[in-house]
């Protein structure tokens, strides 16, 4: 017995020196488990005579309490030397350049917005923004257009119920500003609106636009004129050239459009101008007496202006682009040209 347990300490020892930490678990229960080589002597002990026992007992202690040891400091130098290959592993060399992360850049449309912002800030205007979802009475009724007027027809929007609506202009901004603030007023009203349109190379049922306002004694066509040509040339470049036409809007009277110059085709006609030479840029006009008054400002002593202008419009004319849909299609080959 006494040669059986040197034997299982030497068997061991050999054993534990070439296992890995894995291996060390299931050498650890094949010499000390309860099934162990270690056991099934220690279980034979009932054998031996009473003077062989307790020294066999005593040299069962030391193999156990050796090969404990074995264990404990192959443990200790295999976790060393598996830190070591870690750390090799994760070295950070900090001369290595670090990985460049590909930074974006500013839509096309809102460079163009803040180059408008800052245009009309010089201006002395204001910026004012309100709620995408609106109700009827700021979209249609409180700029003249009653139920049923012929004129929602060509702003046809998406409905939420009878009331409630994604807004079809920022116009209602306006209102919603004559109601809370007395003139003078000087404002622009940017941001999403919403229309049932087909989509094409001038068209979205989504788009932005910019719209102004102006209240005040005195205001004029002329102001209204004179601000709008400020706006193109220093937008686009003081040979711009633009026209005002006729037209009839509910909210302003007398009502007009204006166009510009195709950016294209220099006037002589073309595809984006469908051969007119002209592209309708925006439309504008004095403000309608009845909504000054139902704002609460007395049209017999002050007078205003607005307007409303396409964002992609006017990007579209700042950067030569043919097609309003490459804004939306967040293709990085037409982004990366801005």
Request: net charge negative; glycine share 8%; proline share 5%.
């Amino acid at each position: 017995m006494r040669e059986a347990l040197n034997s299982i300490k030497e068997n061991a020892r050999n054993e534990l020196a070439a296992g890995d930490l894995k291996a060390l678990e299931a050498l650890k229960v094949k010499y000390l488990g309860k099934k162990g080589e270690l056991t099934s002597i220690l279980k034979q002990m009932g054998k031996l005579s009473a003077e062989e026992r307790p020294v066999i007992g005593q040299l069962a202690n030391e193999v156990r309490e050796d090969i404990e040891q074995f264990i404990k400091d192959r443990q200790s130098q295999l976790k060393s030397v598996q830190l070591e290959e870690q750390l090799k592993s994760e070295t950070l060399d900090v001369t290595v350049p670090g990985k460049v992360k590909p930074l974006g850049k500013k839509h096309p449309m809102y460079t163009v917005l803040d180059e408008v912002k800052e245009i009309f800030l010089g201006m002395g205007f204001d910026v004012a923004e309100g709620p995408e979802v609106e109700t009827d009475y700021y979209c249609f009724e409180a700029l003249n257009m009653p139920k049923n007027h012929p004129a929602r027809d060509t702003q046809d929007t998406f409905y939420i119920d009878e009331n409630v609506l994604l807004r079809t202009q920022t116009s209602s901004v306006q209102i919603r500003h004559m109601e809370k603030h007395s003139p003078p007023i000087r404002i622009i009203s940017p941001g999403r609106i919403y229309r049932s349109d087909e989509v094409d190379a001038t068209h979205s049922p989504l788009f932005h636009q910019i719209e102004g306002l102006v209240v005040d004694k005195g205001i004029t066509m002329g102001d209204l004129k004179g601000t709008l040509e400020i706006l193109a040339k220093r937008l686009y470049e003081d040979a711009a050239r633009v026209r005002f036409r006729p037209h009839h809007f509910p909210y302003t009277e007398p009502s007009a459009e204006m166009d510009i110059q195709c950016f294209v085709c220099g006037g002589e006609g073309c595809g984006l101008c469908k051969g007119e030479g002209w592209i309708e840029l925006l439309g504008c006009g004095m403000v309608h007496p009845k909504v000054l008054s139902t704002c609460g400002i007395d049209p017999e002593v002050y007078s205003g202006f607005a307007f409303g202008v396409g964002l992609e419009r006017l990007t579209m004319g700042r950067y030569g682009i043919n097609d309003l849909r490459l804004f939306f299609e967040n293709d990085l080959r037409f982004l990366r040209q801005f």
